[in-house]
Structure formats: structure tokens, C-alpha cells
């Protein structure tokens, strides 16, 4: 059977990784593999599909999608996140057609059944004559709910019942993540989405943005011609790098001295009474702060300096994220949000979304180079399948670290990659 | 009840601006983005804002743009195609802008004029025989000047809310 095939070469894999740190290229660009994806990852893991403030009304509504699956995330009439599956109780059909909106009640088009935001059947049209009066509203059930959570404001979804509740599952990443997204006493709120569809499979980019700071050089080498868009200093900068996993994610940081320079003073109180005290601690005795990171399967966030303002002294911080949609094989969606300080002036945050938009929105200058490698790797993976390495640094040892997770002290290092990999191949193989 | 009347400029102007606006796809499409941006006023807002498909709100745009550019960062933007390591233009993108339905008004200022157009955007890469198609209105200012013709305000809104191509890497 081609599952177990398949299933057998993904227990392989994760062996010869372990080992020699090499991979199968085909894991970017094979439609079985990508079948076996769909049930052992994204039907199973904890897929972020969203953030609270993309609702931040009562009836404030978005549709997000698992593969092809749509799901509609709402704030109902009591300031709960509800999460329901976009598919009307009776015989299926779509009940909200938008990508976002606000609405207290969800109609379904074709029979005209009626559900509230929080999920509820309240009007079955004829039902006398329809049904005799031979159903049960509640027995009926509304809109189907599947499991989801939120961290940090981020929404999650999983579709498996037997998968370890959200805080287990992004165990010590949670730290990590609270430096990008809990960094102010009223948090923080998304952009957007820009919504990009790219000829790349969903892991590739994930994997760069958890572990690669050696194709910055080289990709990113056009940086130093965009002054108004990114600072030229970054690459070239020896500020001592660390590369650390924890949970299913991994990220870089940096020992950059003091996260506050780049942001706005009047934001610092907040960010000191937002941050929770350990993270606190690690920035301000160390001097050490996140870069690029993200987690298991789909999600990516970076937070960086970029350029500086025409008449200020200091680069700005800005935070992006992105998730990852995979459509086939070799084909996903992008989202990607600018996210700012909900409290932040509105000066700052109209410099953070400018320098989200010309470094890593749509039309961002790194997103494009970016994403001419990952669609090149997809494309060159077709075919016969060669090994490709992770084996960077695979012998260094960990450093002693005074936070969750396993760090290594180095600016190369694709120990991230292969956090990612190992927990790729566990769940394909069945061995998580 | 008549309708509120178009106030038509002049047919010479018309057939200038109209000009000037074909002028404009040429050099994006001849890839002569530094005689593109002589066609720019230092003072340009472009932007190409994100669009949605939504009910219940009452516009389909949000608050993000996928290009939100001043003089400066396009200019930046063409120096770092021109550079050896823009990677995403290696080789070069083919367009092709279809410009149609020029509609121009006085504007609020002298020489202002407020230019809306159609533009059809076609795109090919590399040796594959796929291609790409960007469809939007534009809604211009533009001005006459001692220099000529230039453009002051560009928005142009898309028809697609999710990008076909790989990157919005591309002037409408």
C-alpha cells in the first residue's frame, strides 16, 4: 500500500538525517508524500490560521482555510473567538462568502438555515411544513466547531481530537513567541493579510526563516542597494548570533545590546509591563533579542530593524508574520501581516507597515529573492531525487543557555533545519 | 434628475495626457525605469492598496498596501533591479501594459488634471510558456509641468485579491 510505502521512506529518512543530516529532495515536490502531508501534519498538528485583533468588533468575522477546508473566525455578540467549520448543518453548503465581514447571523443560501456567531441553529425556514415538526433544533446541532486555541492573539485550529492540547504542543516555543507578540500591555495587532500565491512548497520557507542566516549574504545581498527600504549595516554587523529550538520552532537571536533603541521611548514602559518578566530579564541582563524565527508546520515570524526614518538617529523595529497554505505539492499560499504595537504611535506604526510593505509584504524586496529560492528548489526537486544537506555544524555542541530550549552559539548553524526535519519526518513516519 | 455632468478638458490635453500615459508603459515595459521615474513627481503617493472580498463592510480595501511607495523607496526599489544581486528580476520579467479607458477631469489644482485608466498587466517569466495577468483602475493626478508631464498620485486598484505571482514585483 502507498501509504505504507511512503510512511517507511519517511522512517528512512529520519534516519539517514539523524546520521549524515541530508534529506530526500522529493519531500518538496512528490504528490504521495504531499497526500500523506495532509492527513499526518495538517489534519493532525495545530495550525495558526490567524489573530485575534484581524476581529476586533463584536460579528467581526474572517474565513481561513487547512488545505481546502474553509473556517470562519468570529467574535460573537460577547467578545468570544469562535472558530466554526463554513459548512451549513444541513446539507453542506458554504454559509459565509466573504473573506472577512461583520455579521450576527450566518445564512445559509440554499435552504435558508439560519445560525448566530456563536455557532447556534436559530431559524429552520417552513419547518412545520417541512419537517412536520419532527426535529429537534438543538438535537440538530449548529455549525460544526472544530478544536482551536489561541496564544499570544494568534488563533489555532486542529482537527485531530487525540492531539495534545496548544500550550503542550508549543511548549517552550511559547517563550520565544511571547518576545514577538506579547510586547505590550495591550499586545499587538495585524496588518493585513497579503495573500500571495507562490510556485513553492509550504516547508521551504519555513525551514529558511527557523535556521538559515547563511543565504542572507548571498540572497540578500541586494539590501545594500535600498537604503530608504532596509539598513545596509545588518549583513555585514558581528554581533554574536545564536541559533536555539525549542518546542516545534526554532529562531535566531542576536546579542544586539538593547531591543529598545528601535523602538519609539513613549512605547518602552508599555513594553517592559507587557513582556513577561523572564523574557524581560534575558533581554536586558544578556542583551539578547529575537530575529527571524518560526514553528512547526507553517509559521514564520521575524522581528528586525529596518531602515531609518528620514530625520531620526536609529533604525525602527518592525514584525512580520507569515503562515503557509499548502495547495499541492508544489504550490501554497502565502499570508503575510505587518505586526505593531497596538498602543504604538501612529507615526511609528505607519514607518513599521512602510517598511513591512518595501522589505517583506507582497512586493517586499526580500520576500521576492526569497521566494525566487524556494521556488527554485521546488522546481529543481522534480525529477530524480538527490540528497539534499542540512548537515551544517551537525558535530557543535550546545552552549549553556539561560532560557528554554537548546541553543547553539554560532551565525551558521542549520541545527534549526534539522529540529524541523526531525519533527517533519516523526509525523510522516508515525513515529511522534 | 441629469446626472452630474463630466467636466471634459480639452481634446488636446486629453490626447497628451492619453500620450504621456502610453509613453509611461513603454518604459516599464522597455525596462527604462530611470526614464520611468524622470515621469514621477518627487512628491508622488503610489500606492497599490490590498483588496478583499467582504460583505457587510463598505469597502473591499484594507488598510495595507502592496506597494506603499514615495519618490525615494521607487527609486530605491529601481536601483536594486538594476544591481547584480536583485535575484527575483534574474532574468527580467516580460510585461506588457494594456492602457485603455483614459478618463481625464480637471483636477484641483492649475495643470492638475485627475486621470483614471484601465490597465491590463501581463507577465511571462523565464522559459516556461505560463503567464500572468494583473487587472486594475487607475486613479491618477497628473500634472503639467515646466518639466513636463509628470505624476503625482498613483493608486491602482486590483480586480484579484490574492496575488497570482510569486511577488508583486511590479510597477501598475
Redesign the interface.
Given at each position: 500500500m502507498a501509504v505504507d510505502r511512503i510512511q517507511n521512506q519517511m522512517s528512512d529518512a529520519l534516519e539517514v538525517l539523524e546520521q549524515d543530516g541530508t534529506v530526500p529532495d522529493d519531500i518538496y515536490s512528490s504528490n504521495e508524500i504531499f497526500e500523506l502531508e495532509q492527513d499526518r501534519i495538517f489534519r493532525r498538528k495545530w495550525i495558526p490560521v490567524g489573530h485575534e485583533s484581524e476581529i476586533p468588533d463584536e460579528g467581526d468575522y474572517i474565513v481561513r482555510y487547512i488545505l481546502e477546508e474553509s473556517f470562519i473566525v468570529v467574535r460573537d455578540e460577547e467578545g468570544e473567538v469562535q472558530v466554526f467549520a463554513n459548512e451549513c448543518c444541513h446539507q453542506g453548503r458554504q454559509v459565509c462568502?466573504?473573506?472577512?465581514?461583520?455579521?450576527s447571523h450566518f445564512r445559509c443560501p440554499y435552504h435558508g438555515w439560519t445560525f448566530d456567531n456563536t455557532g447556534e441553529l436559530v431559524g429552520i425556514p417552513n419547518l412545520e411544513d417541512a419537517y412536520q415538526g419532527n426535529i429537534d433544533k438543538d438535537e440538530v446541532g449548529g455549525l460544526r466547531q472544530p478544536r482551536f486555541d489561541t496564544y499570544d492573539g494568534l488563533v489555532f485550529i486542529c482537527l485531530s481530537e487525540e492531539t495534545e492540547p496548544l500550550e503542550d504542543f508549543l511548549g517552550d516555543f511559547k517563550f520565544y513567541l511571547d518576545y514577538h507578540l506579547k510586547r505590550t500591555s495591550e499586545g499587538m495587532e495585524l496588518?493585513?493579510p497579503?495573500?500571495?500565491?507562490?510556485?513553492?512548497n509550504w516547508k521551504i520557507g519555513v525551514i529558511n526563516n527557523m535556521s538559515d542566516h547563511y543565504h542572507s549574504l548571498?540572497?540578500h545581498?541586494?539590501f545594500a542597494?535600498?537604503?530608504?527600504?532596509l539598513p545596509t549595516d545588518r549583513l555585514e554587523e558581528d554581533e554574536p548570533r545564536y541559533h536555539i529550538h525549542a518546542g516545534p520552532g526554532g529562531l535566531e537571536m542576536a546579542e544586539t545590546g538593547s531591543w529598545f533603541d528601535i523602538y519609539p521611548e513613549e512605547m518602552h514602559d508599555s513594553m517592559r509591563e507587557g513582556l513577561p518578566e523572564e523574557n524581560l530579564k534575558l533581554m536586558e541582563e544578556k542583551g539578547y533579542t529575537p530575529i527571524n524565527g518560526g514553528f512547526f508546520p507553517n509559521f514564520i515570524i521575524n522581528t528586525t530593524a529596518v531602515a531609518t526614518p528620514e530625520g531620526e538617529d536609529s533604525a525602527i523595529g518592525m514584525t512580520y508574520v507569515m503562515m503557509y497554505r499548502p495547495i499541492s505539492a508544489t504550490q501554497s499560499?502565502a499570508y503575510l501581516w505587518?505586526a505593531v504595537e497596538k498602543n504604538a504611535p501612529e507615526k511609528y506604526k505607519e514607518r513599521a507597515?512602510?517598511a513591512f510593505?518595501?522589505a517583506f509584504?507582497?512586493?517586499?524586496?526580500a520576500?521576492?529573492?526569497d521566494?525566487?529560492?524556494w521556488?527554485s528548489v521546488t522546481k529543481g526537486s522534480k525529477g530524480t531525487t538527490m540528497d539534499l544537506r542540512y548537515d551544517m555544524q551537525k558535530e557543535t555542541k550546545p552552549v549553556d543557555w539561560d532560557a528554554p530550549g537548546t541553543a547553539y552559539h554560532s551565525w551558521f548553524n542549520e541545527a534549526n533545519a534539522r529540529h524541523f526535519l526531525r519533527q517533519y519526518f516523526e509525523a510522516m513516519s508515525g513515529e511522534d | 434628475m441629469a446626472s452630474k455632468q463630466t467636466a471634459y478638458v480639452d481634446r488636446n490635453t486629453h490626447w497628451e495626457i492619453e500620450q504621456f500615459l502610453y509613453k509611461e508603459a513603454e518604459y516599464l515595459d522597455d525596462r527604462r525605469l530611470d526614464d520611468w521615474l524622470e515621469l514621477l513627481d518627487e512628491e508622488i503617493d503610489y500606492k497599490?492598496p490590498?483588496r478583499?472580498?467582504?460583505?457587510?463592510?463598505t469597502s473591499d480595501f484594507?488598510?495595507?498596501?502592496?506597494?506603499?511607495?514615495?519618490y525615494?523607496?521607487l527609486?530605491?526599489?529601481i536601483?536594486?533591479r538594476a544591481?547584480?544581486?536583485?535575484?527575483?528580476e534574474r532574468p527580467p520579467s516580460r510585461t506588457r501594459h494594456f492602457v485603455s479607458n483614459v478618463r481625464v477631469e480637471p483636477g484641483d489644482g492649475e495643470d492638475e488634471y485627475e486621470v483614471n485608466s484601465n490597465l491590463l498587466l501581463y507577465v511571462s517569466k523565464g522559459d516556461s510558456g505560463d503567464y500572468d495577468t494583473l487587472s486594475a483602475k487607475r486613479e491618477d493626478v497628473i500634472v503639467n509641468t515646466d518639466d513636463g508631464w509628470k505624476i503625482r498620485k498613483r493608486t491602482a486598484y486590483l480586480d484579484i485579491?490574492?496575488?497570482?505571482?510569486?511577488?508583486?514585483?511590479y510597477f501598475l
Open positions: 462568502h466573504g473573506e472577512m465581514g461583520n455579521a496588518l493585513g497579503h495573500r500571495v500565491i507562490k510556485d513553492t548571498v540572497t545581498r541586494s542597494d535600498v537604503p530608504s527600504i499560499e505587518c507597515h512602510q510593505v518595501g509584504g507582497s512586493s517586499g524586496v520576500d521576492q529573492d521566494a525566487k529560492n521556488m | 497599490i490590498v478583499v472580498s467582504q460583505e457587510g463592510r484594507l488598510d495595507t498596501y502592496h506597494m506603499y511607495e514615495t525615494e523607496t527609486s530605491d526599489r536601483t536594486r544591481g547584480e544581486y536583485a535575484w527575483s485579491t490574492t496575488i497570482p505571482l510569486d511577488a508583486m514585483n
